[in-house]
């Protein structure tokens, strides 16, 4: 009876400890003021997708009193955005860089997120926001800097549909062995768009940041 008990009790502990190492798939969107190269004030919109171990993660609850993703991974991604924003402009932010930017934050964000044995999986930035002087200006700047380069000299390549989150439809397109990534605008995106829908990028030859989807 004793040798039974014993062995009920290690097959207890292993199920414990089984669970306890159970790696739990996680996110969490952050919303926080951050500032560009010229102290502009802007509205940063992310969210972040992880993996932890269910026992850490329920260490992390205590020590924070339930609220470790606002005590300890916000104020993380924060001051990160901040170091990696400094050294742009509030439209390399908005628009020109901003894919470039996502990258950044995410091997940064990924790094310092190891520190907690956390395993980052995805970062996406939803959403900048700017205020209205700020936003006015730049589309007047992006308006002429646009129509300028494209009608100097334009060309066209191939695009792919890469990445869909939630409204957001990511593509991609390649210019001289070199990759560009590009967000759908509402009036590109149609109806029942799906990963590796092709398309076709007309793109400023000086600049191939600057583009546009051919209808």
Same mark, same amino acid.
């Given at each position: 009876?004793?040798?039974?008990?014993?062995?009920?009790?290690?097959?207890?502990?292993?199920?414990?400890?089984?669970?306890?190492?159970?790696?739990?798939?996680?996110?969490?969107?952050?919303?926080?003021?951050?500032?560009?190269?010229?102290?502009?004030?802007?509205?940063?919109?992310?969210?972040?997708?992880?993996?932890?171990?269910?026992?850490?993660?329920?260490?992390?609850?205590?020590?924070?009193?339930?609220?470790?993703?606002?005590?300890?991974?916000?104020?993380?991604?924060?001051?990160?955005?901040?170091?990696?924003?400094?050294?742009?402009?509030?439209?390399e932010i908005y628009n020109y860089k901003r894919y470039e930017i996502e990258q950044k934050l995410d091997g940064e964000t990924k790094n310092k997120f190891e520190e907690y044995d956390l395993e980052l999986t995805a970062?996406?930035?939803?959403? +900048?926001? =700017?205020? %209205?002087? /700020?936003?006015?200006?730049?589309?007047? &700047?992006?308006? #002429?800097?646009?129509?300028?380069?494209?009608?100097?000299?334009?060309?066209?390549?191939?695009?792919?549909?890469?990445?869909?989150?939630?409204?957001?439809?990511?593509?991609?397109?390649?210019?001289?062995?070199?990759?560009?990534?590009?967000?759908?605008?509402?009036?590109?995106?149609?109806?029942? +768009?799906? =990963?590796? %829908?092709? /398309?076709?990028?007309?793109?400023?030859? &000086?600049?191939? #940041?600057?583009?546009?989807?051919?209808?």
């Amino acid at each position: 009876m004793r040798d039974i008990s014993l062995f009920l009790i290690l097959i207890v502990s292993v199920f414990v400890t089984a669970c306890d190492n159970e790696m739990l798939d996680n996110a969490a969107d952050f919303e926080f003021e951050t500032t560009d190269k010229e102290a502009n004030k802007i509205n940063l919109s992310v969210t972040a997708r992880y993996r932890v171990k269910s026992r850490l993660e329920n260490k992390l609850l205590r020590k924070y009193d339930g609220r470790y993703k606002d005590s300890l991974l916000l104020p993380t991604i924060s001051s990160i955005s901040k170091k990696v924003l400094a050294d742009y402009s509030a439209g390399e932010i908005y628009n020109y860089k901003r894919y470039e930017i996502e990258q950044k934050l995410d091997g940064e964000t990924k790094n310092k997120f190891e520190e907690y044995d956390l395993e980052l999986t995805a970062f996406f930035i939803r959403s +900048v926001g =700017l205020s %209205d002087t /700020l936003m006015n200006r730049l589309q007047k &700047e992006h308006v #002429i800097r646009f129509e300028n380069a494209m009608n100097n000299c334009s060309k066209e390549a191939k695009g792919v549909i890469t990445k869909i989150h939630d409204t957001v439809v990511y593509y991609e397109f390649i210019v001289e062995n070199k990759n560009f990534e590009s967000i759908l605008s509402p009036e590109e995106t149609w109806d029942n +768009v799906s =990963l590796g %829908d092709s /398309l076709v990028v007309q793109y400023a030859c &000086e600049d191939p #940041i600057f583009h546009r989807i051919k209808k």
